[in-house]
Structures are given as structure tokens and as C-alpha cells.
């Protein structure tokens, strides 16, 4: 470290081991662009209370914008000795303009500055998941809407329940994941970052100096509003809690992941035969030679762990913390960009993997023949006909039973023995009933014309129809 | 299980140690008051499509009504050999009305109850979790307002950082709570549950009609909008999101309790003795006299375990579940029972607890005179004098340094030597900047008018004034 | 809390709520058979330097006497106005004898009790969990047995991969499961408890007088060799470390538990169709009447949640805890309780389940016959004839998409096409490759004569043969 | 991907996102030296079968012990297009061998390749992170033995309950790194290695062949017997237990280190003031010149929080995997590394730290002086004069409040009023008994001649006396 922040009371030299051990700035530089967003405003702020002239504040604006064109073109490369991203910038402010550079970090603290970078991060990635969770919505919607009219097999308890549409099937997904994005924007909405904690105390520099340097700095930015005065210096430099929300929903949004995958790993099977997966997703095996592995969705499904433990990871480390800042702290970004990059990197190959799905629609059709799909609606044929629920579903309980008994089919049961079972029995109303299209529209309680995700942008759902 | 829900195709009698394990009457009977709700509901709804007849409603009604007021007024003792809370009612239902009673069953399923009636659980305990938040903040600014005008140490990593007002301390933990409540109230504002979505495919009873009966039910009670008409079926019946994101903020809460619990336990050492605990909350030791343990305060901490460990168990549980229901889901309800009751009964002794502690003035003012408390403030003097904050830094540590290791008090050093560090450095100076006073009021950037919390009710702050 | 075990320095009466939130005997109660052998072996100790006479040795030893009695038939039933079990114990000591009881508390702590109860529970229950273990292997050896001769398909990936004998797919789970009995054994033999570590500095008694009490008490009884002589008693009474590796071991083993319910769930769907599940295990639906759920091995999957939860919470209460007993351990018994007896349950259950499982053999002979099954095995057949691994892997993979694309069977591909493949290739190699007996016996890595257990009793191997 | 292990059957392009998100090489280029081992073994085995001619054999050993040298002398840098290790290797002895590497894959697969390399990765670092328990448990005998004699406060609940000598004190942690250290070295014992389990189902080589094989290739190497005839083949590519079981063992370390860590904060702190911290470890604020922070022990202290994370991951990635090998599995490595890699960091700089705190002896007498420390010595010593230990706890504790109430120290108090406590204690008994060195000799309960760990190495142990 050959630049450090402090050390003026230290005689010994930092151990190596320990110095390596406790570096961020590996991983910390991605949070260069919203460092240097706060550095610029602090500058604006130091100028009002006279800490640099003018001239000096300029010097300081142009140095910083350099780095930060850097940052924006990918160009900024972190000296891996430096300790952290905030060091990192202040030496090459330091290299550009000397000893001025030295006055930058007059009245502040890094314990201030991470927390203001790290609610950008998940500000920003909170918008940009947001348009990747809409994306797949419509991506499904589009594999829903090129299959039109099919029907599928509804499971409960991984048991053959009852037939549902193919629209209905994918739009639970879709209602999941507009969950999802209505929870991220709700967190985004709320989220406001703070200026001027210090350590821990407070600054010198007013709540009305700084409000002024926001806007000066922001102009007419909307984003200006994402910056609040503080309302408490000791819980703003401790707190952590956006984190543990972001990292939440995105454990939650894995989840629906994970179902997903896990429904589809098994529709892709041999043995369901429902989904012929795009080959560009799947891979094979180095020792059988005629597998065709679903590992895309396996991988998601897996990651599940990832997500979890990235989760259990920050609510461990925030445990029983005292105020204010503890060094503890430092270890909340590499979950955080964990999770917020494998969460992305999920949806983005998920979209273009399901809008590549095709129907297998002859082996869904003869999964479909299965009558025990139907007894339900059976059943409740009975009771419009003044049955009672509980008898009539222990009278078509049997029925199926006496079918598998007998290998026969119900609809091949004649009316004489159907009729023993309940007189409104025979062979035309089983006909009627037992079959998707009767299933699918006796069923009022759904939407009708909302099949469109709400979350979809108009012009797009619009398009697509 | 006397009496089941099902069975009409099942020839052997259920396995008896497996029917022990797979029961849920002896905690999800603590739903009876939302199902019998859902069942109202649906009494109305089967009336308009004309399953029941007006007559019969009325008798359910009355029925349902009966058991209700049993389980308002706690004479509900389940049977505990029924299966679980809607077989309860169910039977309830079917001793009081024979036969009629298997009509209510018609059209609806476990699956679609379950999920309504915890969504109440969670809506009802969510607003009740909030007040018991506004009641600790409202404890949390007594015990600061009783303690007007007083000083502390404050801390970073353990360590003696600066002083602040104890006020300010006090309201760091008032605004993660606040963050508590308002994350709260934001989840119960966008919970709603819905209707009519039978096992998975839906209900042959209208939106219509459930509309109207929802309407009938509800009448004026604004609860009515609590309860949406369904978006999709499948997922209404497998969405635990609900459940996860409860849990997710309670243990997020369950952090911040944990902290507090953390600083309080420290704070009522022999070596920090800031705090008198209140006797009431302590134990002693059934060996060592001499005791007296900050038990309440160490089971706070210590129950972080079971809130985290609630949150994991249901995500994990969830990970990977096939669509749509599936009997795993049971096990989300002893976790949000144990996370919801352990949350509000560490909120209600809390807020008792806070209002009784007491503050070792004598020992918190021998603490305050630690000059290095003041270091920040003395480098910041610097910096307005023209210094570079780098260097202000540098030179005060090496101030502090130097009194550390010629163990004089910085405001013993004569102003010869103190020049020989800075020249703008003298006794006078010191003795005005190096001061518990002057580090407050020199901090503008922290709110003047806004002490009292943003969430406290307007009546209750003014009268605690 | 009628008779506290401290108190002389109160003055204040412990608050309601507080005492009720702190208090444990409404589970730590199931300890009560270990803290009376503490105590018997304590009274033997306390004689032995004076403090008891040998009459007031004999009447404790009485007193104790019963109420272990009363534990062992069932009969303790604690009162619940008890702080914990300790107390309840020594009250009732109290109510038998009167003040000598007073003496029977001298020279120890609960903090060094209740790690020696925990330890006992935790071997009583680990050997109790390796014979549950080892029937369940048994029963699943049986299962195999009964089905000898009959192959399975081979999944990766859940997709089709080669063909096994379903011996081997049993003894799979069979492997996990003495892993899980062989790590349960050694943390039985490894698990010591200590005594004389009062409440953190240990005691007056002699470890010479602690030995002799300890010989005097078991006699002969092998148990002897679990107390062995304090090593360290800050550490002896804040180390949870046998709890927490006793809740790792069951965490692996309900992980495998999962795997195998997952897979049973499968082959239970109409879809896989390759087990007939016991009725006595499964249950029906409330409104569809066909259904038939393998609700038992979805409560075991979905039960991972709960194991995984309690290792999670008993690993985030013991983080950062300072030396040495702090009341935060007391969190700890609940979830070992409740993975101790979840696990046994889950064991008991599916042992009888597992045997009671049908194969539907007509439906695997299906999936056999999917050619693919044994692509591997043609490929290796040549590699055997000189080509090279790579070249053969293409060739085969090739070979099988042919047959895909033509919708051929490949045994039905003339030989001429066959041979354009490879030259080696014909119909005869082909129909003599291409099924499960070579697949199977072709596989020379394979353990012959070790099929059985090597953690199955000898007796009950023998008569499984 | 220029060169894959598999892909004859495929007509598509693996989609580039997904080729990346797939990739593994960037993390388990680490196992190459394990991989390379395993194909050495392969070769042997595979000349035995005849599959490769002696000539052949000779080549590919000679080209994979360049690798592995490469990989030895840290040269080995993969190429990041590669898809994994294993293709890595494959595709560097093509370079070298052409088409006769086109063999090296015969009869195996990644997946029983991968769970090989798992195990000796385990294996390896089992044993370093032994030697390094070792070394921390030297390094803080090493600080009990420099400050032999000394005494200090002993805690519960952060509470100062009884003074303890300070050679007890570390001994406890020395106590807890023994058991982890004991618990690696069990787990080492009976971690074994199989091979020759192919993708699922078994390989045509034989037993006997593999063997010899693994006979030809270790020679007398005592490593040899790591690797064991395989049991179970769908087990052994399934097997991720050693892993979970490894990241266990990893985590109650690391709860541990959280201990110490949160112990040494504590004693650090300028209210307790036990410890001097070497600063190498410290560092200091960035805004506040004074600052000295224990940067390195909170770092340990919340990484607790990435240990834990990592087993969680795991754990929940392996819940409800279907037999046999799943791509899930891949996500077990980067947190078996990330574990591994971190414990091991913290114990390497924990010994170094711990050797070179210094007591600040004069603080710590003057805790020791407080009274209520020996308390329980001296209801003890009433005990011992016949007073039952409930009435003594009842008088001491009046006794150490009224010495409160009145402000005065107990030695202080006159005989007379001592005396109307209790007849037996008077000015010199107490004198006597209220000290740090009666309280520890008198402790009869603690052993006197095993302070020294046994696992240290004799040899230095005896250096260090």
C-alpha cells in the first residue's frame, strides 16, 4: 500500500499478510463511478465553506471527471496495491494535481462515502434487473402467445391435477416475476442515499451548504432527488439494511428462478417430453454420446444456493454489530455483487433461452387423454345437479377407481354401470366433461382479457399480438 | 383422523405414525379466524350460483358465525386428531348441520384456503408488529428526552471514535426502526389476498359473483380491499412470497434488535458502565452471588439464530418446487408463527425495558474526558486555518501520539510545544475545541429540528414534551 | 417463578413478561433424566469432601431416585411456573426433603449442568438416529432383494443416461446412508462429557473425588468412559461445538433424505411410472377426486428447510459470543430438539414406507428399451476395436441422431447404413450391445459379492439371503 | 470454446452468454494437479485393458508430468476459452500428442474425474489447515507462557463473574482449535478417493486393473491408500457429503476465530484495556487521527458471515437432487474454495497476531481488585463450614449489596458487621479469601499438569518451556 488514508499516529509498518488480507480494492473498484460522483459534490460542498478557492475546486472537478471518463470507458484499471477504491482515487487525484489533492478529504469519512456508493450500486442494478425481469416477462408471454390455444397438464404434488391452458401455465410464472420487478422498484423508490454522517458525528459543512451543492451539482438530473439530508450521522454510517432488502428480493426472484428451472428440467425429460429445449442452451456428455443435458436450467437451479448464501452471508455479518461502523462492514460487497451479477446474468440467458422453447405438442396431446385430469370437473357436475360436494367426490373417487381396476376408460364405461354410480351418469355428459376445452372454460373465476402481463410496457404487449 | 377431506379412492387406512407426522391441527389451528372468514365468504358465493340455498347459507352462516365467536373469545380447542385447521372447521361445521355441511366444501380447495388465510395472519400480525415498533421508538425518545442535553462516547470499531448527543445515539436506532415499520407497512399496503382459485385451475364460481360476495361480506369494512379478484391460479396457490418477504423483514428487524441488544450489553459492563439495567429484566447466577445479567438483552441478541434460521428454512424449502402446490409448502407456518410471536414479544419487553434504563452520569462524563475523542474536531479547526486535511491528520495523530506517550493530557501541554506541532495550535484553543459542546455544535450537518421521530404519532411526542 | 436458584441481591421482582419470555422448562424439561444423573453423581462427589453427611447422601440419592423413576415411566410432568429444568429438579428435591435440598446446589452451576445434559441427549440420540439408520438400510436392502435381477434406468441430468442394475440404484441411497451412520458413530465415540466446570473457574472438588464419584456411580456400566476428567473449564461450559457438528451430520443426512424422496416423487409420477407408492403413505385432495400424493416423501423434502434452519440458527447465536457461558446458549436446545426428532421421525417413517414400495416393472421394461440408454456401450465397444475415444463419442452421437431424425430404432438400421458409420458396426453387435444385461455386466469396477451393507448387522444380512 | 469433450450429436452453436455462464476453468483451474493424478492412474489402467499400447502409454504419462510440472512451478496458466480443467488438460496433451490424446478419455467421465480432484483438493488443505491450527494453538500457548502467573477477570454475560489465571483463559481457545483440529484430522482419516465410477454406471475396467493401477502409480507412496475400489458408482459421482462435511468443520472453526476475535476486541477496547494490539495489524481512520482500530479481528469476526454463507450454499444447492450427477453440482467449488482459502488466511495472520499482544498488566490488577469477583469463593468457604450453599448465596449476595449500597469495599467492612452476616467471616478471612490467588489454587477441579495442548508437537512444546 504504498498511499494509505491515514497512519500519522503509526510507527510500524503494516504486516503484508494482514494488508492483503484486508484490501477491497479487488473488488471495490466497480464502485468507482458513484465514489466519484460523491467526491464531486463534496468538492462543490468545500468550496461554500471556503476549504478551496475556486480555482482549486475546478482543478479538483476536471481531475475527478478524468477519472471518471476513464471509469465510463472502461479504461480505469485499479492499482491492486492501493487499499481500497477510495485510496485509489484520491492517489490519482494525488498524481494529477499534488498536494491540492491532499484537501479533498478534508471533512469526510470513508465510513460515509461506501455507503453512498453502495446505494447507488443497487440503485442502478435495481433499475437495470427491473428491465431484465420485464424482458423475460416478455419473453414467456411471447412462448405462451406462439402457442395459442394449447392446453397442459396442471400438477399439484408432481401428480397429474387438472388441465389448464398453456397461457394460464406460463402467466404464473409471469405473475411471479412481476412480483419481482414491483418489489425492486418499490425498494428503488424508497432507497435515498445521504451526505455529510462523517465517521460518525456529523460534518461541519451545513445541511444547507450541502443541499446546494446537490443541486448545483445535479442541475436538472431527476436523480438529485435520490439524495436526501441526513437524518442521523451514526445510524447512516452503519446502516446496511438496503443491502439485506436487495439481497432479499433477489433471493426471492431465485427462487421463482429455481421453480422454473426445476419445471422445465422436467418437462424437457424423456419421461414428461412436454419442452424441446433450444440445443444452444443444453450440452453434452463426455462419455455418453447421445445426451442433451438441460444444464442451463440446472445451473439457475443451482445457483439457488449461491443466492441463499449470499443472503445468510450479510445477515450473519450484520449480527449484533455495535454502532457505529465496524470493519466488519467491508464484507457486504462481495455478496452484494455476487448475487447482483449471477441474478442478472439468470435472467438474461433465461429470456432468450424460453422465447426458443418448442412445444411437443402431440406428447402433451396424449398426456392430456388422461381422464383422471377430469374428475374434478365431473365431480362438480354433480353438485350443480344438487349433490352434495363430499359425496359426489367420493362417488367419482370410486369411479376412477373402478376405471383403473377395470383398464378401462370411463368415457368406455356403459351407461348402465355409470349410471350405478350416480344416475345423472352417462356416457355423453363424461364425453362433454372430461376434456380440456370443457375444463379450461367451465373455469369463471380467471381473467379473461388481463392475460397481458401488467408489467409489460403497452407498446411491446401491443407488437406482439 | 376421524374424519378426512378426502379418501373416496383409498382402500388402507392411513399409516398412524405417518398420519402424527403429516398433521398441522396443533399449530395451523391459530388460522381458524381467517378460514372461517374465507368461508363466509364462500357461503355467499355458493348461494349465488346456486349450490346453496338461501336457507342453508343462513344455517352455515350461523354455524361458521358460532365457531368464530368461540375462537375470538379462545373457547376454540382443536381436536387434535384432525388433520388440520379447515377438517376442524369442517367437522365443527358437520356436527352442528349433519349433511349440509358437505355442501360447503363444493368448488374450492385446501390449497387456495391456506394461502388466503395466511396472508391475513401475516396482514393482521404486520399492523400489529408496526404499533409495537412506534411504541419502542416512542420509549427509545423518552429514555433520550428524560436524558436531554447529555453527552456520549461514541464508537467505530469498538474503539472511542467522537462524542456525540445521546439523543443522536438513541435516534440511530429509532431510524433503523423506523425503516422497520415503514418497510412493514409498505408490505402490508401491496399484500392482497385473492379468491376462487381452486387446487390450481380455478373455480366455476364467477369474478362476478366472488365480487359481490366479498362486497356482502365486507360491507363497509374497508378490509373488502384486502381481497383482489384472482390474476392467476396456479400461482395464487403456490406463491409463498408473502411469507418469505414477512420473514425477510422481520429479520431485518431482528438485526437491528440484535445491535441494540449488542451496545446495551456492552454499556451495562463493569468497563463501559454507561447503563443501570433495570433489576426487573435481569437474573443472577444460581452459583456466583454477586450477578446480575443482562439476560433479556443477551436472549434479544441470541434469538437472532431463530429469526435467521425461520428465513432460511422456508427459502430452502421453496427452492426448486414444481408448480403448483405441493405438500412442502406446509412448512412455511411453524416458521412465521415462530418469527412473528418471537418478534413481538421481544418488541413489547423492549420497549418496557428502554424506558427503565438508567444512565451512570458520573462514569459516562470521566469517559467524555478523553481528549482523543476530540482529535477529529482539533484536525477540522486545522483544516479551516488553511491546513491540508492530510496533513491536519498527520499532525494531530502525531499530537495524540506524542500526549499517549509522555502521558500528559493534550491540554497540559504548553503552548510552546503545542506551536511546535502547529502554530496555530494553543492552550486556549485546545481547551475550546477539545470538548464534548464543541463537537456537537459544531456538526451542521445534522438535523436541528427533527429530533423526534417521523413515525411517532403527532399526540404522543407532544405530550411526552 | 415461585422458587428461584438466585435472587439474595435482588430487590426488584423479575417483570412478568420477561419471565416468561426467559424461560425454558417447557422444553428443556426433556433434559431432566441427565441432570439427575449430574446430580447423582454431584451428591457422591459432595460427600466425599464433607459437605454431605452420608445420610444426607442417601436421602438425595432417594429423592433423586424417584423422580428419575417418575421421568422413566413417564410420569415427570414439570411444572411450568419453573425457570428451567435445574430448578424444577432441585424444587422437587426441596418439596421431599426440605432444606437439604439446599445442599445439593453447592459447588456447581447450571451452566456446567446443562452442557452435560445436552452432550448425554446428543449420544443417547446419536446411537437412537444409527439404529434408526441402519433399519432403514435393511429395509431398503429388502426392497433391493425383493426386486433382485430387475435393472432401472440411470439418470443424469434427469435425462435418460444408461442403464443399471436396481440393486445398485438402492445401494446408492444405501452408501449415503452408512456414510451418515459411520459420521454419527464417530461423533458418538468422540464425544466426551466433563464435569467440576462450575460456572466458568471450575471447583473446590478434587478431579481424584470427581473420578471416584464417577466409578462409584456407574460401577460397571460402559457409560463410565463418556465423563471424563475437566480439561477446561471456560471452555467446558461455553462450547456448543457437539450440538453444532450433531446438527452438520444431520443436515447431510436429510440432504440425502431429500434426494431420495425426490427421486421416489418422480418415479411415483404418471410420467416416470416406475413405483407403486403405499396408500398408507399417501393422501388425497380435498377437491379432486383421482388424486393419490406422495404427501410423505414431499414433507421429507420439504423438511430440509427445517434441518437446514436450525443448523443456521444455532451457527449465527454462537458467532461472536464472548467467553465464557452467556444466556444466548440457551437458544441452542430448541433446535437440536427439533432436528433431533424430525430426523428420527423422518428415519422411522420411511423405513416402513420404503418397504412397502411396488415396481411397476411393465413400465420400466419400457424405458429400457429406449436405445439410447446404451449409446455408451456401443461407443466403448469401439474403442475396444481400436478407435479412439473421441472418434467413437462422435461416431455414436452421430448414429443416435440418425436414428432420432429417421425415427428408426437403430437395431433396425440395415446393416449397410451401419457400417457407412463405422465398419465395425452391425445389427448382430448391435442387438448383442444394445440392451441392459451387457450394459450391466459389462461394468467390471463394480463391487460383486459387496452388495450387501457393510453397516447391516450379520445376523440380518444372513437371513435377508 | 474452440475444443469440447463432447458435442458429436449437436447441429447449434452453444450460445455465447451461456458458454460463459457455464464455464467453470476461471475457478477449478485449481484442481489440475489432482485431475493430472487421476489420468496418470488412468493410463496405467488403460494399458492394463489394452486400450493404450506401452509406446502410447509412455507418451501421454511423459506429456501430462510436463503439465503437472508446469502446474508445480506455478506456470500452469489457463486458457480461459477452455470450458473446464478437464478439457484444459485434454486440449494441452492434444497440443503436445495429436490424435493419441483422442484416447486419454476413454472409459471415464468429468463427473466421476471432478468428485476425485474434489477429494484430494479436501485432503490436501485438510492437512495445511491442521498445521495451522497447530501453529495459532502454539502461538497462544507461546502468549499464556509469556505471562505465566497472571491472573484476569474472568466473564459470563460480559459480566465479570470470577477471576481466572490467564494461561485458563487462552487454554480455552486452545481447547476449541484442538477439537477442530481433531475433527480435520478425522475427517482426513476417512476421506477416501474412489475411481473407475465412469458418468453413472461403471467402468469395463476392472477392479483388479484399477488396483494394480493405482499400485503401479503411487509405488510406496503412503497416499495410496486414499484411493479405495469403488462402492457405488451413481453414488460416487453424487457424492458431495466430504464437501458439506469439510465446509462444517470450516464453519465452527470459524465460529471460533468469531470468539477469540470479538474477545480480543473487546479486551482491546479502552473501557476494558486489557490488550495492546500490535499495530502491524491495526489501522486507522481515514477522517479521525487517533484512531487505532482492530481492523484485523473484525475482518475475522465477519467473515463468520462468508463461512457460514458458503455451507449454506452448498447445502441448499445439494437439497432434492435427483440421482445421479446434476450440473447443480458444479456450484459446489467456488464456496469449497473460497472456505478453504479463508479460514486458512485467518489462522496463518491469527498466529502471527496473537503472538504479539501485549498485557497491560497494570489495568488488569486493577480490575482483579473488584470484590464481587470472589463472591462465589466465598459463599464456597461457608459452605465448607457448613453453612448449605443456598442460605450462603442468599448472605453473600446481601453482602456484596450492602458493600455497594454504602460504597465501601467488603475488606473494609468491620468484624463487627461482618460477623452479624455471619458468624464465620470476619476482616482476615476474607483477606484470605477475596483474591485472585486464593480463587485459582483453590480450584481443585482443574488439571495441573496438562496446560500444554496435546496436540502440539512435543518437541516444541519443550523449546517453548
Known amino acids: 500500500m504504498s498511499n494509505k488514508l491515514w497512519g500519522g499516529r503509526f510507527k510500524k509498518k503494516t504486516d503484508k499478510d494482514f494488508e492483503e488480507f484486508s484490501k477491497s480494492i479487488h473488488y471495490d473498484y466497480k464502485l468507482a463511478k458513484y465514489d466519484i460522483m460523491y467526491s464531486l459534490i463534496h468538492v462543490v460542498a468545500l468550496e461554500k465553506v471556503g476549504i478551496l478557492s475556486s480555482g482549486e475546486s475546478l482543478k479538483l472537478v476536471k481531475a475527478l471527471g478524468e477519472i471518471l471518463k476513464d471509469v465510463k470507458t472502461d479504461k480505469f484499471k485499479p492499482d491492486l496495491r492501493s487499499e481500497d ?50 424482458n423475460l416477462i416478455a419473453n414467456l408471454f411471447f412462448l ?61 459543512i451545513s445541511r444547507k451548504n450541502y443541499k446546494e451543492a446537490i443541486k448545483e451539482f445535479f442541475k436538472q438530473d431527476i436523480r438529485a432527488g435520490k439524495i436526501k439530508p441526513l437524518e442521523n450521522a451514526l445510524d447512516n454510517v452503519s446502516d446496511r439494511d438496503f443491502i439485506l432488502e436487495f439481497l432479499s428480493i433477489l433471493a426471492i426472484t431465485q427462487m421463482h428462478l429455481s421453480r422454473l428451472a426445476e419445471d422445465f428440467i422436467l418437462y424437457a425429460s424423456k419421461e414428461f417430453d412436454f419442452f424441446q429445449l433450444p440445443e444452444e442452451f443444453c450440452t453434452g456428455s463426455s462419455l455418453m454420446p447421445h445426451k442433451k443435458n438441460p444444464d442451463f436450467l440446472e445451473l439457475v437451479r443451482g445457483l439457488t444456493g449461491r443466492i441463499y448464501g449470499n443472503l445468510t452471508s450479510v445477515l450473519t455479518t450484520m449480527k449484533g454489530l455495535p454502532l457505529a461502523y465496524n470493519r466488519d462492514m467491508q464484507l457486504d460487497k462481495e455478496p452484494l455483487f455476487s448475487s447482483t451479477e449471477t441474478v442478472k446474468d439468470e435472467l438474461k440467458i433465461m429470456a432468450k433461452f424460453v422465447k426458443k422453447i418448442g412445444l411437443k405438442k402431440d406428447s402433451i396431446s396424449k398426456a392430456l387423454c388422461d381422464e383422471s385430469l377430469y374428475a ?31 383398464k378401462t376408460k370411463i368415457k368406455d364405461i356403459p351407461d348402465r354401470i355409470l349410471k350405478s354410480f350416480h344416475k345423472k351418469l352417462d356416457h355423453k355428459s363424461i364425453l362433454r366433461i372430461m376434456n380440456p376445452h370443457y375444463a379450461v372454460s367451465s373455469k369463471k373465476s380467471l381473467p379473461q382479457h388481463k392475460m397481458i402481463s401488467r408489467r409489460l410496457p403497452k407498446k411491446k404487449t401491443r407488437k406482439n399480438k
Not at 494525488?94 to 471533512?107: Q, R, T, V
Not at 469519512?109 to 450500486?121: L, P
Not at 405462451?144 to 397429474?160: C, D, L, M, P
Open 85 to 134: 477504491v477510495h485510496t485509489e482515487i484520491q492517489n490519482r487525484v494525488e498524481k494529477k494535481l499534488g498536494k491540492l489533492a491532499y484537501k479533498l478529504h478534508s471533512l469526510r469519512s470513508r465510513n460515509d462515502q461506501i455507503v453512498f456508493d453502495e446505494k447507488w450500486y443497487c440503485l442502478e442494478n435495481g433499475l437495470a434487473i427491473g428491465k431484465l425481469i420485464i
Open 376 to 406: 374434478t370437473e365431473l365431480a362438480e357436475f354433480l353438485v350443480y345437479q344438487g349433490v352434495s360436494f363430499k359425496q359426489a367426490h367420493d362417488l367419482v373417487g370410486k369411479l376412477v377407481q373402478y376405471s383403473e381396476d377395470k
Open 144 to 204: 405462451a402467445q406462439k402457442n395459442e390455444g394449447q392446453f397442459i397438464v396442471g400438477y399439484t404434488h408432481t401428480q397429474r391435477a387438472q388441465a389448464v391452458s398453456f397461457m394460464v401455465y406460463i402467466m404464473a410464472f409471469n405473475r411471479m416475476f412481476e412480483r419481482d420487478d414491483e418489489r425492486m422498484e418499490r425498494f428503488c423508490n424508497n432507497l435515498f442515499a445521504y451526505i455529510g454522517a462523517g465517521a460518525l458525528a456529523g460534518s461541519s
